[in-house]
């Protein structure tokens, strides 16, 4: 299910891409007057991964320096590393980009939602480049997909990256100047510790790091070169750390798999090994590397940009050629029998490591998001270029209002519609797209949708599509109800079958009709098994039969929110979630 709503993103964000424009600022002098600040880093995922734990450092100790940080992603709160900032789950139904928070500063954290970042006209988007194929070797990637690259990084003014070799490529590749924002370790957790190698208790071992279906880190050619090393070495033993449980035809590949342990583990792990081994292709910033250096594991990695950082051949660390593993082997032994060797690369990668902390490097990312914020972005339209038809007063909340201004001022479609919302069932508001602002003169006919709810006044529901089926709902004459939404079910539009399908299976639930609201969910979701609408009347029903499984259909609603790909659906229905107690297992 996630990977089609990404690719839907993603197919959706590729088709505005004709409508891109470079973003534009000024500096602000009402900016650099402001007491406290707001940074927004949006996320495309939040699974684990040595990016994802940099960036919600960043986030973290930049709340210590006194911002006020938000994250945004569409997938819920990760319980893998503490996140101690404001974390918002955006529906995947609605451009994840359209859930940032009015703010001082965005920070776009992968390529493909640079544009959508930009266009919401809030703030300054900071994009902040970490380091992938599309920097390493982007002629790999599909020539639509090296397009939307090449645009992407074309339209902010500011960006940031972990290396100089990053900023290096990035220049050379996309000709874009940037600035480094080193990475950094935590010494209070990598740290020399208490080194139990040499224990009787503890069997000397290689140590690598990795998943195995992400070819560029290289886990199969350390597995081959480690199986070519205990030819000579067979009491050595292979241990690997692997954010995900490896699939079933690796699981007897190394002699002690550690699926995500904490931080504190890992750092063990490094102590007690006897080489830590990286065969990566390509790294902006080889995180790993480092952390091992700083317990004192000797390194052994391939000559990658990312490493070629900070680490020097037979200084800090041992190099092997990429892609080669008979060197990759060789080296290997190398590090395992010249003892002198390897306690030169442990000491002197101390005191590398030294050097990278976070004190430094959140200094160094404060002062320059700081500087940041005392741009303003310019405009591309005005507010008087529209016939609108909502006033601040419509809106939820303020907020939400300065949202929908400047998306009036930066968005390129001529036709803006919102959610407005309604309050026809008792405790379950439900919103309608509808809308919004209209350009007074039309350019490319398009529409767009900005997620800046307002508040519907609308008395009587008769005018509106099904809105005699809602009155008699509202009436609780549910039998009535009932006969006209299956009536002119047939009649609607595919866009409005879905919505018509929710009333149905709530009238049958309040008849007590419970197997036939059954019947209708199972239909429903055959036709569109993303249809939280449907999910969360499966949930009441469940709940109400106190069945253990509503807590499993909880976790999909919490996953998809809200319906928002339809034309109306329960708004905010985690909200309804977590009012029954919901406890979410992510």
Not at 356 to 366: D, K, R
Request: glycine share 4%; proline share 4%; net charge negative.
């Amino acid at each position: 299910m996630i990977p089609t709503l990404r690719q839907n993103e993603y197919r959706v964000r590729s088709s505005r891409l004709p409508l891109a424009k470079p973003q534009e600022v000024e500096l602000s002098i009402e900016n650099s007057q402001k007491s406290k600040l707001k940074v927004v880093y949006v996320m495309t995922h939040v699974s684990v991964c040595g990016g994802v734990k940099i960036i919600f450092e960043h986030a973290n100790r930049l709340k210590e320096q006194g911002w006020d940080v938000c994250i945004i992603s569409h997938f819920p709160i990760p319980n893998w590393y503490p996140i101690l900032v404001e974390y918002k789950q955006v529906p995947f139904g609605i451009e994840l980009a359209k859930g940032i928070p009015i703010c001082d500063v965005i920070v776009a954290t992968y390529w493909d939602h640079i544009q959508p970042c930009i266009e919401t006209g809030i703030a300054p988007v900071v994009y902040f480049e970490q380091g992938d194929e599309h920097l390493f070797q982007i002629q790999r990637l599909p020539d639509e997909t090296q397009t939307f690259v090449r645009t992407q990084m074309k339209l902010p003014q500011f960006i940031m990256t972990v290396s100089h070799q990053a900023a290096a490529l990035l220049e050379d590749n996309f000709e874009r100047n940037s600035v480094v924002i080193p990475n950094a370790i935590d010494h209070t957790i990598f740290n020399l510790g208490q080194n139990n190698m040499g224990s009787s208790q503890v069997a000397p071992y290689i140590l690598m790091m990795g998943n195995e279906h992400i070819r560029f880190k290289g886990i199969e050619s350390i597995v081959r070169a480690v199986q070519s090393v205990k030819e000579s070495y067979p009491e050595i033993k292979l241990y690997w750390i692997n954010p995900n449980n490896p699939s079933e035809s690796w699981m007897n590949v190394a002699d002690q798999i550690f699926v995500n342990p904490p931080q504190e583990k890992i750092a063990e792990l490094f102590r007690n090994a006897t080489l830590f081994v990286s065969a990566s292709e390509f790294e902006s910033f080889s995180l790993p590397v480092l952390e091992a250096m700083a317990t004192g594991c000797p390194v052994i990695s391939t000559n990658n940009a990312g490493v070629m950082e900070y680490g020097i051949d037979n200084e800090n660390i041992i190099y092997s050629e990429i892609g080669n593993e008979d060197d990759l082997a060789r080296k290997i032994l190398i590090g395992l029998e010249n003892r002198e060797l390897r306690n030169r690369i442990s000491n002197n990668g101390l005191i590398t490591a030294k050097k990278y902390n976070w004190h430094n490097t959140i200094t160094h990312l404060s002062d320059y998001i700081m500087s940041v914020s005392n741009y303003a972005v310019i405009p591309h339209q005005q507010i008087e270029d529209w016939d609108i038809k909502f006033n601040v007063e419509n809106f939820k909340n303020y907020n939400e209002f300065y949202k929908f201004t400047k998306a009036l001022q930066n968005v390129s479609e001529d036709i803006i519609y919102i959610p407005v919302i309604y309050d026809w069932i008792e405790n379950h508001p439900i919103a309608r797209w509808e809308i919004a602002a209209t350009k007074k003169i039309i350019s490319n006919n398009k529409s767009i949708q900005i997620f800046t709810p307002a508040i519907g006044r609308l008395e009587d529901t008769r005018q509106i599509i099904l809105g005699e089926g809602i009155q008699y709902v509202r009436d609780e004459k549910y039998n009535e109800a009932l006969d006209y939404f299956v009536t002119y079910y047939g009649s609607l539009s595919d866009e409005w079958k879905l919505s018509c399908s929710k009333w149905i299976i709530l009238c049958l639930i309040e008849m007590n009709r419970d197997n036939d609201a059954l019947k209708v969910i199972q239909e429903v979701l055959q036709v569109n098994d993303k249809f939280s609408d449907a999910y969360y009347l499966y949930y009441l029903l469940l709940c109400l039969n106190h069945s253990e499984e509503a807590n499993q259909v909880a976790q999909v609603i919490s996953l998809l929110g809200d319906s928002i790909f339809s034309n109306e659906w329960f708004f905010d229905v985690n909200s309804h979630l977590n009012k029954h107690g919901l406890v979410k297992e992510f």
